[in-house]
T-cell receptor
């Protein structure tokens, strides 16, 4: 089974702090994604990566950056956390060769910025 | 751009009653369609997916969905609700013209009343 893990389930940070959210997948998937989930808005794509060192902006990239130095790891960085970045963050991965576009999700990190 | 709508942000059913969660999508070509479920404090889990093999798709936990191209719909049903079905359900559509991204609906929260 595909396993996607995220470094923290719950995180509390202060405004202005630099925040790192880590995601690791163990199935050698090329594609990895970062979403944020907010009530009533569903999942919104922040960034995705289609291979090592490759990244593309999603729908809401402002205030975020990403890093993909190794195939299995995709990091989301909040350079200077703000209260409006309080949210649930979900990481996902996908086999680019798969017929369907199924994504496999991690358990999520609930981030609170005070 | 493609979009996904889910009618009803909250749906309540009695235990043993029919579950019907509605999903409509906008697309000019037959897409891949998905239903994901999210249990409290967890990531998303794939319930079922439509990949053009059959219009009626059976998934896990007794759920099924029917693809109706003429109605651009992909409604999710289960004949008899169980207490364990209480969760958030997301409909999603893939768009091959957009870097393999998946577009999620806003979600429907299902409550099951004993």
């Amino acid at each position: 089974d595909v396993k996607v893990t995220q470094s923290s389930r719950y995180l509390v940070k202060r405004t202005g702090e630099k925040v790192f959210l880590e995601c690791v997948q163990d199935m050698d998937h090329e594609n990895m994604f970062w979403y944020r989930q907010d009530p009533g808005l569903g999942l919104r794509l922040i960034y995705f990566s289609y291979d090592v060192k490759m990244k593309e902006k999603g729908d809401i990239p402002e205030g975020y950056s990403v890093s993909r130095e190794k195939k299995e790891r995709f990091s989301l960085i909040l350079e200077s956390a703000s209260t409006n970045q309080t949210s649930m963050y979900l990481c996902a991965s996908r086999d680019r060769e798969a017929e369907s576009n199924e994504q496999f999700f991690g358990p999520g990190t609930r981030l609170t910025v005070l | 751009a493609q979009s996904v709508t889910q009618l009803g942000s909250h749906v309540s059913v009695s235990e043993g009653a029919l579950v019907l969660l509605r999903c409509n999508y906008s697309s000019s070509v037959p897409p891949y369609l998905f239903w994901y479920v999210q249990y409290p404090n967890q990531g998303l889990q794939l319930l079922l997916k439509y990949t053009s093999a059959a219009t009626l798709v059976k998934g896990i936990n007794g759920f099924e969905a029917e693809f109706k191209k003429s109605e651009t719909s992909f409604h999710l049903t289960k004949p008899s609700a169980h207490m364990s079905d209480a969760a958030e359900y997301f409909c999603a559509v893939s768009d091959w013209t957009s870097y393999d991204k998946v577009i999620f609906g806003p979600g429907t929260s299902l409550s099951v009343i004993p």
